[in-house]
């Protein structure tokens, strides 16, 4: 007979052995009305900062469930300083591409407003509660930061020294300064000593404008590079990035 799959959620409460914990709104209603879970039933738990805990339903209501923390299963990891910035897109492939992102290792998710932008209002609600439960389901110890929606000229405008920017441009092929990822993050490494502050910036359906790309690519941290051949859906370029950032700059290599 199979055994039932531990439920994982994400609460954002300091765990410990012995604490007792209440379980309501959304962790409350998957786990009690979703996955049918009972008194006596285990639990995962994490925060994002003390690694993932076994916990013990010791009561349930209507959508609620009371919890005590057992014991630590699990040491808080580091996770790679990746930012993943990008134009809004159409809600069904946002959801996709957030869930993707988290799954991927991205440790900041934030909007970015362009010239070709075609939405300019977004829940960061939604896409929050988007980010915990891919994070919830593929076990990472962490959810990525959902920051608001900015314009790309403030964005750059304030540009932190210390973080790279790899900037994935549609028209960079045959570029002679714009590199596959792999031999883009070889040439930083080379004389930046392998730097662990990036992000990864995305462009809007129909790219960015011509004077967005110069006012990019001015920038001193930015690092171009191109994604192959063929133009990407925005969706579809997130996933190849951060899979390809991941492979030679990130946590896929230990």
Same mark, same amino acid.
């Given at each position: 007979?199979?055994?039932? &799959?531990?439920? $994982?959620? =994400?609460?954002?409460?300091?765990?410990?052995?012995?604490?007792?914990?209440?379980?309501?709104? *959304?962790?409350? &209603? =998957?786990?009690? #009305?979703?996955?049918?879970?009972?008194?006596?039933?285990?639990?995962?738990?994490? #925060?994002? $900062?003390?690694?993932?805990?076994?916990?013990?339903?010791?009561?349930?209501?209507?959508?609620?469930?009371?919890?005590?923390? +057992? @014991? *630590?299963?699990?040491?808080?990891? /580091?996770?790679?300083?990746?930012? =993943?910035?990008?134009?809004?897109?159409?809600?069904? +492939?946002?959801?996709?591409?957030?869930?993707?992102?988290?799954?991927l290792g991205v440790s900041l998710i934030?909007?970015?407003?362009?010239?070709?932008? #075609?939405?300019?209002?977004?829940?960061?609600?939604?896409?929050?509660?988007? /980010?915990?439960?891919?994070?919830?389901?593929?076990?990472?110890?962490?959810?990525?930061?959902?920051?608001?929606?900015?314009?790309?000229?403030d964005l750059l405008a304030d540009w932190?020294?210390?973080?790279?920017?790899?900037?994935?441009?549609?028209?960079? /092929?045959?570029?002679?300064?714009? =590199?596959?990822?792999?031999?883009?993050?070889?040439?930083? *490494?080379?004389? @930046?000593?392998?730097?662990?502050?990036?992000?990864?910036?995305?462009?809007?359906?129909?790219?960015?404008?011509?004077?967005?790309? !110069?006012?990019?690519?001015?920038?001193?941290?930015?690092?171009?590079?191109?994604?192959?051949?063929?133009?990407?859906?925005?969706?579809?370029?997130?996933?190849? !990035?951060?899979?390809?950032?991941?492979?030679?700059?990130?946590?896929?290599?230990?």
């Amino acid at each position: 007979m199979a055994t039932k &799959h531990t439920a $994982r959620l =994400y609460i954002d409460q300091d765990l410990k052995v012995g604490a007792e914990l209440l379980l309501d709104g *959304n962790p409350g &209603h =998957y786990l009690v #009305n979703v996955m049918r879970r009972k008194m006596g039933d285990p639990v995962t738990l994490f #925060n994002g $900062r003390d690694g993932d805990w076994m916990a013990e339903i010791v009561k349930t209501g209507k959508g609620r469930a009371m919890v005590v923390v +057992r @014991q *630590n299963i699990a040491a808080q990891v /580091a996770e790679p300083d990746l930012w =993943y910035l990008f134009a809004p897109i159409k809600k069904a +492939r946002l959801d996709y591409m957030v869930e993707k992102a988290t799954e991927l290792g991205v440790s900041l998710i934030r909007p970015v407003l362009t010239d070709r932008t #075609n939405l300019d209002r977004l829940k960061e609600d939604k896409i929050r509660l988007s /980010a915990i439960e891919a994070a919830e389901q593929c076990e990472r110890m962490t959810v990525p930061q959902v920051a608001p929606l900015i314009k790309l000229t403030d964005l750059l405008a304030d540009w932190p020294e210390d973080r790279l920017i790899m900037f994935c441009d549609e028209d960079g /092929a045959g570029d002679q300064n714009c =590199y596959p990822v792999g031999r883009a993050v070889e040439e930083v *490494n080379a004389w @930046q000593g392998r730097p662990d502050k990036w992000a990864i910036l995305i462009g809007p359906e129909g790219g960015f404008s011509d004077a967005e790309r !110069a006012l990019i690519r001015a920038l001193p941290q930015v690092v171009p590079v191109t994604l192959g051949p063929r133009i990407l859906r925005a969706d579809t370029a997130a996933i190849a !990035a951060i899979a390809l950032w991941q492979s030679f700059a990130g946590d896929w290599q230990t």
